[in-house]
């Protein structure tokens, strides 16, 4: 049952993954026709063909290798004004007139080389804001949709000792519970502290806090009846951390810290949806986490070249390959999380992947996204300043001749894609 859990899990993010290169795609698609220009394929992975078909114009299918996508645009290349004999001038006008043979009569004007440099930019930003939208979509969907597990108001547990031992039994002599001296029981589901009513759990440790070192008044619901308790929390400091789990320091250098009620109890955890504004405001800064990952890739990738040749750890919230988030989607599946929580981590987990293709393809190298929209700029830029000052217009530029920066670009993230994966197999992240 295990295995099949884990193979599910596996089978729903490459679905996953499948739907967000396709939509990543249907978002250069859809300006691109609407612009009129000629989409000769579209094509969801690389390498050989596994199925396609044809709707008007346009091819559209699967490649074997899931992992990527393009469409295939008339006219990427415009014609060569004068012959480039630069180092790789073969290889460009080889590329260039491949390209170029299937350009017919009625393209004219259709091409993508002709498109504005408005219109170009468009075309190339909407892949990009379809994962970016995506990504927030899902995140949405599984923090306001469907929650988060969450302390509840409900004992499951009461320890009759704070400290306890392996076993979870208390050792001789050791003194009772705040918990088990004011009487909880498990089944116990608090409703006021100190006259308060209360929703969250963290309005409970407020409530005890206001009381510090004194007895707090505690009211709960048992079998649906109204129970008074008095209470007195043993109060032990704790450090504080941010959000990304550093301890906090102040001014000297010394951890900052607070105090903190201990009950002895062990809280039965709850869905707890968030709003749609906390929602939202989590999926903006994961974007900005993932720029600034992406900002220390070089540094990500000599940690994983470390950590695979067994010279140092794996950073758990390092870099991952479509392996490593398949690996992690299993051992979701097949843990004894509730299934809503399940399907919201795996949601979860595919907003993030989608946020990290968003901030990814804005990378300014060709063949990403976001070095063709750089182009474009430039473009808009050149043809400005010589209607401007040269008095003519210089026309597009020629992104034939940027083919060996792109391909070199393309043989580094291959490599980097080999590597991850290598190291998703030898070394891999875990969840435990």
């Given at each position: 049952?295990?295995?099949?859990?884990?193979?599910?899990?596996?089978?729903?993010?490459?679905?996953?993954?499948?739907?967000?290169?396709?939509?990543?795609?249907?978002?250069?698609?859809?300006?691109?026709?609407?612009?009129?220009?000629?989409?000769?394929?579209?094509?969801?992975?690389?390498?050989?063909?596994?199925?396609?078909?044809?709707?008007?114009?346009?091819?559209?299918?699967?490649k074997a290798i899931p992992l990527g996508g393009y469409i295939l645009m008339t006219g990427m290349y415009p014609p060569e004004k004068k012959p480039?004999?630069g180092l790789f001038s073969k290889w460009i006008n080889e590329a260039r007139a491949a390209e170029r043979e299937d350009v017919q009569e009625s393209?004219?004007?259709?091409?993508?080389?002709?498109?504005?440099?408005?219109?170009?930019?468009?075309?190339?930003?909407?892949?990009?804001?379809?994962?970016?939208?995506?990504?927030?979509?899902?995140?949405?969907?599984?923090?306001?949709?469907?929650?988060?597990?969450?302390?509840?108001?409900?004992?499951?547990?009461?320890?009759?000792?704070?400290?306890?031992?392996?076993?979870?039994?208390?050792?001789?002599?050791?003194?009772?519970?705040?918990?088990?001296?004011?009487?909880?029981?498990?089944?116990?589901?608090?409703?006021?502290?100190?006259?308060?009513?209360?929703?969250?759990?963290?309005?409970?440790?407020?409530?005890?806090?206001?009381?510090?070192?004194?007895?707090?008044?505690?009211?709960?619901?048992?079998?649906?009846?109204?129970?008074?308790?008095?209470?007195?929390?043993?109060?032990?400091?704790?450090?504080?951390?941010?959000?990304?789990?550093?301890?906090?320091?102040?001014?000297?250098?010394?951890?900052?810290?607070?105090?903190?009620?201990?009950?002895?109890?062990?809280?039965?955890?709850?869905?707890?949806?968030?709003?749609?504004?906390?929602?939202?405001?989590?999926?903006?800064?994961?974007?900005?986490?993932?720029?600034?990952?992406?900002?220390?890739?070089?540094?990500?990738?000599?940690?994983?070249?470390?950590?695979?040749?067994?010279?140092?750890?794996?950073?758990?919230?390092?870099?991952?390959?479509?392996?490593?988030?398949?690996?992690?989607?299993?051992?979701?599946?097949?843990?004894?999380?509730?299934?809503?929580?399940?399907?919201?981590?795996?949601?979860?987990?595919?907003?993030?992947?989608?946020?990290?293709?968003?901030?990814?393809?804005?990378?300014?190298?060709?063949?990403?996204?976001?070095?063709?929209?750089?182009?474009?700029?430039?473009?808009?830029?050149?043809?400005?300043?010589?209607?401007?000052?040269?008095?003519?217009?210089?026309?597009?530029?020629?992104?034939?001749?940027?083919?060996?920066?792109?391909?070199?670009?393309?043989?580094?993230?291959?490599?980097?894609?080999?590597?991850?994966?290598?190291?998703?197999?030898?070394?891999?992240?875990?969840?435990?």
């Amino acid at each position: 049952m295990d295995i099949l859990l884990y193979i599910l899990g596996i089978f729903a993010v490459i679905v996953g993954i499948a739907l967000s290169i396709g939509l990543h795609e249907l978002g250069h698609y859809l300006p691109a026709k609407k612009f009129g220009v000629r989409v000769k394929q579209f094509m969801v992975g690389f390498g050989p063909t596994v199925k396609s078909w044809r709707s008007g114009e346009t091819e559209f299918g699967f490649k074997a290798i899931p992992l990527g996508g393009y469409i295939l645009m008339t006219g990427m290349y415009p014609p060569e004004k004068k012959p480039y004999r630069g180092l790789f001038s073969k290889w460009i006008n080889e590329a260039r007139a491949a390209e170029r043979e299937d350009v017919q009569e009625s393209d004219a004007g259709r091409q993508f080389h002709q498109l504005p440099p408005y219109k170009k930019l468009i075309i190339m930003l909407g892949g990009p804001v379809m994962n970016f939208l995506l990504g927030m979509l899902l995140i949405a969907i599984a923090l306001s949709g469907i929650g988060t597990m969450q302390q509840g108001l409900t004992i499951q547990k009461v320890y009759q000792c704070v400290q306890v031992v392996d076993d979870g039994s208390c050792e001789a002599d050791a003194p009772k519970s705040p918990a088990a001296l004011a009487g909880l029981l498990p089944g116990d589901t608090v409703i006021e502290v100190n006259g308060n009513p209360v929703t969250s759990w963290n309005e409970v440790i407020a409530g005890f806090n206001e009381q510090l070192g004194k007895p707090s008044n505690l009211v709960v619901s048992r079998s649906g009846e109204r129970t008074e308790l008095s209470i007195t929390p043993v109060f032990m400091e704790r450090p504080l951390y941010d959000a990304e789990g550093k301890a906090l320091l102040n001014a000297e250098g010394v951890p900052q810290t607070e105090f903190k009620p201990l009950l002895g109890v062990l809280l039965e955890p709850e869905n707890v949806p968030l709003s749609l504004q906390d929602s939202l405001a989590y999926g903006l800064n994961a974007t900005g986490a993932t720029f600034r990952f992406i900002l220390t890739l070089p540094q990500q990738v000599w940690a994983v070249t470390s950590s695979t040749l067994g010279l140092a750890e794996r950073d758990p919230n390092g870099a991952v390959s479509i392996v490593g988030v398949g690996q992690l989607a299993g051992e979701l599946s097949q843990s004894e999380l509730p299934l809503s929580a399940k399907i919201a981590s795996l949601l979860m987990l595919l907003g993030a992947l989608n946020l990290a293709l968003f901030a990814f393809n804005l990378i300014p190298l060709l063949p990403l996204d976001g070095g063709h929209a750089i182009g474009a700029v430039y473009e808009s830029l050149k043809r400005s300043f010589g209607r401007i000052f040269l008095k003519r217009d210089p026309g597009p530029i020629d992104t034939a001749r940027t083919l060996p920066l792109a391909y070199g670009v393309w043989l580094v993230l291959i490599a980097v894609g080999v590597l991850l994966i290598l190291a998703d197999i030898v070394n891999p992240i875990t969840l435990g």
